[in-house]
């Protein structure tokens, strides 16, 4: 079964609006951590937030928020102002605390921002 | 800010051959991460290394292997190339191993390699 599924394969957004991204996650563990990734169309994979399962507040980094649905083992990627530089491939990723230290991916979703 | 550094960024190779991939990581970072990335796919994660000793293992093919040297830099060794070897390799760093569940990963550009 999938660890991290991403539903959407490809989004389109118009700039400066707000923008979710989807994500769900499977795991038996009652420790774990969910990351999110941008890798833009150079290839290099950045960091932009991350939320773990015993945090009781959604995380937030600037522009970015995570809407995390503990029961329903969602956490997914809200983008505020879109800008034309946020086109890129979005990965949500998994890491289950008590199975390593690995990071488990899901398929991402291609986010494309219209001027 | 100080990144990951990777070398080279790009490499070709004919089958068969062998290839090194070298990772500099994200100075104080005691832990290193490799994955490898198939056109149009998602990571899948390699092996990892915490204080120069390996710490978790995926699906690396034996064909591969991987260390963690004093100075904290790791190198992918890779031989025996195949076609399916062609890939985006990442190198990623972390301060711990992750057993608190924070540790953050953060990625090198990649090194992408061409098997012909």
């Known amino acids: 079964a999938q660890k991290i599924t991403q539903t959407q394969p490809g989004m389109f957004v118009q700039e400066k609006e707000a923008v979710t991204l989807d994500c769900t996650y499977d795991t038996s563990d009652q420790s774990y951590g969910l990351f999110w990734y941008k890798q833009p169309s150079s290839g290099e994979m950045i960091f932009l937030i991350y939320?773990?399962?015993?945090?009781?507040q959604n995380a937030t980094e600037g522009r970015y928020s995570l809407n995390f649905q503990k029961a329903r083992k969602s956490a997914n990627l809200v983008i505020s102002a879109s800008q034309l530089g946020d086109s890129a491939m979005y990965f949500c990723?998994?890491?289950?605390?008590?199975?390593?230290?690995?990071?488990?991916f899901g398929g991402g979703t291609r986010l494309m921002v219209k001027p | 800010a100080a990144g990951v550094i990777q070398s080279p960024r790009h490499l070709i190779k004919e089958k068969r051959e062998t290839a090194t991939l070298k990772c500099y990581p994200i100075p104080r970072h005691d832990t290193v991460y490799w994955y490898q990335q198939g056109p149009g796919q998602d990571p899948q994660f390699l092996i990892s290394f915490y204080e120069k000793m390996q710490s978790d293992k995926g699906s690396i093919p034996d064909r591969f292997s991987a260390q963690q040297f004093s100075d904290y830099h790791s190198e992918l060794n890779m031989s025996s190339l195949e076609l399916g070897d062609s890939a985006l390799y990442f190198c990623a760093s972390s301060l711990g191993r992750g057993t608190s569940g924070k540790e953050t990963q953060y990625f090198g550009p990649g090194t992408r390699l061409l098997v012909l």
């Open positions: 990723a998994m890491r289950e605390n008590n199975a390593g230290n690995m990071l488990t």
């Open positions: 939320q773990g399962s015993y945090d009781e």
